[in-house]
């Protein structure tokens, strides 16, 4: 008997859905949609658009099971988005669709489900250092927001655990990143992580290094607006070489290595680090410059652990689609 899944990622910035039909033991995609989810007022929406897209193209819609990574903390199966004003239920969404089963996973532990089927294509090597079999792991990506979460080896594989480490403190290596801080703490009364490498975090570091360095004579702009996602910092180092933006890609990077760095000593990740996001495959020249291995490593008496450890960036941009897929395949199992 064939039995149709629903899957989707879940952001501040982007939702993807995807549906399909597990018949004689394989997935068959059957449709796909991505939304900006800020035009719509509630997840709901999106899914009600989405299914009546699939309808219209004449396939019969009546999935068994659900999964959906949500850019945001779960509780108990239900969802406050981070960026977003949604609040999802599993309950509910199962309820208004009529899906019996319904599963909500932060996105980073739907990202983590998918480390062990991604392959050789879907990862780039910074650092190859020498795996641990069933060691800790753990993946980490900037993007809306920052996401982490660890992969413990339990009985005979790999279970995620979510986290909300981007919200850590953000913690200075450098005189330079501690006036960085000092700029920061007279705007917003706690600096995390994430404040740094997401979300308008690029464009606080281009701000900060065009208003107080003397070092910089660099044509227009001379100032963003906070509210700018980072890309045209972005554009303006790899497209036009400007010299802030490019020094703030750098800067971006050693942050971004100390606090990668951070999360694999504190879990001793000796079986690999990931790191997932979008802008990390977009910068991954930046990444291999040197800057953010070697604020990685800079753990002092622990530095040459932090040389054994695997980090590879994950260039696969659907890798929480991946596990919410991974999750909801598990659920139709579970249901035979």
């Known amino acids: 008997m064939n039995k149709q899944l ?12 995807q549906i399909a039909e597990l018949k004689n033991g394989t997935v068959h995609e059957q449709g796909a ?70 599963k ?9 489900l998918a480390v062990e089927i991604l392959t050789p294509s879907d990862l780039a090597s910074l650092q190859q250092g020498r795996e641990q079999a069933h060691a800790m792991r753990v993946i980490l990506g900037a993007g809306t927001g920052m996401g982490v979460a660890w992969l413990a080896w339990q009985k005979d594989s790999y279970q995620p655990i979510s986290t909300e480490a981007g919200h850590v403190d953000f913690a200075p290596t450098s005189a330079l990143q501690i006036r960085l801080l000092e700029t920061l703490q007279k705007k917003f009364p706690h600096v995390s992580v994430e404040r ?7 464009t606080h570091i281009f ?28 554009a303006l180092a790899i497209e036009q070489n400007h ?6 890609l750098e800067l971006f990077a050693e942050i971004y290595g100390a606090y990668a760095g951070n999360l694999a000593l504190t879990g001793l990740c000796r079986n690999g680090v990931y790191i997932a996001g979008g802008i ?24 040459k652990l932090m040389h054994d450890i695997p980090v590879q960036v994950i260039t696969n941009p659907s890798v929480s689609l991946l596990g919410a897929k991974r999750k909801a395949q598990d659920l139709l199992h579970v249901q035979t």
Request: include cysteine; charged fraction near 15%; proline fraction near 5%.
């Open 33 to 102: 949609h991505r939304y900006r989810s800020s035009e719509y007022s509630d997840f709901a929406d999106i899914l009600t658009d989405f299914l009546d897209r699939i309808s219209a193209t004449g396939i019969h819609c009546k999935p068994i099971t659900a999964c959906f990574a949500v850019a945001g903390p779960v509780v108990a199966q239900q969802a406050q988005l981070t960026n977003l004003p949604w609040q999802m239920s599993a309950a509910q969404i199962a309820q208004t669709f009529l899906i019996p089963h319904v």
């Open 207 to 234: 701000n900060f290094l065009q208003t107080t360095s003397t070092e910089f004579s660099s044509p227009a702009p001379s100032h963003l607006d906070e509210e700018d996602s980072g890309a045209t910092v972005t």
């Open 104 to 112: 909500l996973l932060n996105d980073f532990e739907a990202a983590a």
């Open 6 to 17: 629903i899957y989707g990622d879940i952001g501040g910035t982007k939702t993807l859905l």
């Open 243 to 248: 010299p802030v933006a490019v020094r703030s």
């Open 196 to 202: 740094l490498l997401s979300g308008a975090g690029l």
């Open 280 to 303: 990390a495959p977009r910068i991954i020249h930046i990444l291999r410059a040197g800057g953010f291995m070697r604020a990685f490593c800079n753990k002092g008496r622990f530095s």
